[in-house]
């Protein structure tokens, strides 16, 4: 079926560099993603989104990069700091007919800052 | 002020048991859902209202009933809980159809079924 995935489960990066995390995702109809940060025993918190009429989107520090040929999409996060550790889900809305749809989320990749 | 609330944090409860989770939000917000994650951190959604008319009720056991009592308020109430209901459950809620689709969560609730 149709799903949303991660190519990565952990990434480890010094603090100060930057970090890319990235997701596939299989559901040419997809209109919307969303990027969300959880930090342990939180809930999701959104970071960024991006339809799917753009292919680059930034936001403070952080920078999303849909790329629709091959269904990939991309969460820069520059000069990361230690408070940027956490799980990073990607997740699609895809359009249906009620409209008020839940979110299909990804696996997640764990992003550890290394001082 | 909390925008997404849930109570309680922890329940810790045996099997056979009947238990609610609360939720409640102050964004104005059209749509609210709820969520499972599971060990291994995978979210899956469970259940979406919007306006009180259940829109999405994915492939859950009938032992889970949402219900809300009005726009701002989405509980989640569980039968007969088994050893697999334990996970964390988080509700969520967005402006629903035609909105920005960004959904904002609560701080979820750690289900712990023994």
């Known amino acids: 079926g149709e799903s949303v995935g991660l190519h990565l489960p952990t990434l480890s990066v010094q603090e100060g560099d930057n970090s890319i995390i990235n997701c596939a995702y299989s559901n040419s109809a997809s209109d919307y993603f969303i990027w969300y940060k959880q930090e342990s025993g939180k809930g999701p918190q959104f970071i960024i989104d991006i339809r799917s009429n753009m292919d680059k989107r930034q936001g403070q520090r952080v920078t999303v990069l849909l790329n629709k040929t091959v269904k990939h999409l991309s969460l820069q996060i520059a000069a990361t700091q230690p408070g940027d550790s956490a799980v990073y889900f990607c997740?699609?809305?895809?359009?249906?007919?009620?409209?008020?749809?839940?979110?299909?989320f990804g696996k997640g990749t764990h992003l550890i800052i290394q001082p | 002020d909390t925008a997404v609330s849930q109570t309680p944090k922890y329940l810790v409860t045996q099997m056979g048991n009947d238990k609610s989770i609360k939720c409640e939000q102050n964004l104005g917000h059209d749509t609210m859902y709820w969520y499972k994650q599971d060990s291994k951190k995978f979210l899956k959604i469970m259940f979406s209202y919007n306006n009180k008319e259940l829109i999405i009720n994915e492939t859950v056991p009938n032992r889970f009933s949402p219900k809300s009592p009005d726009k701002a308020h989405l509980n989640l109430h569980i039968n007969s809980l088994e050893l697999g209901d334990s996970a964390v459950y988080f509700c969520a809620s967005s402006h629903g159809p035609g909105g920005t689709y960004e959904q904002y969560f609560g701080p979820g609730t750690r289900l712990t079924v023994t």
């Open positions: 997740a699609e809305n895809s359009p249906s007919g009620g409209g008020a749809d839940g979110l299909t």
